[in-house]
């Protein structure tokens, strides 16, 4: 697949970290299956991982376990 950011990357499956904000923190979900853009190092997430990556950020919030929160 061809990147949509940069329009000239190719997409290939890799790990890529996902972050995002929970609440009142700064939540990095570590080793998550993705296809990354070999130029711009975009990230595509299918619907499945998408789902799973915004779970663990929420239970990481609550847990600090397999994710790094960065209260903010
Ligand atoms: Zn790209």
Redesign the pocket.
Known sequence: MI?V??K??NCKPGKTHFSAFVKDAFVVVKNVDALI?E????AYYDTDTAKHVHEQALQGYNNASDVEVMKV
């Open positions: 990147c950011i940069c000239t990357g853009c130029n711009c190092g975009e």
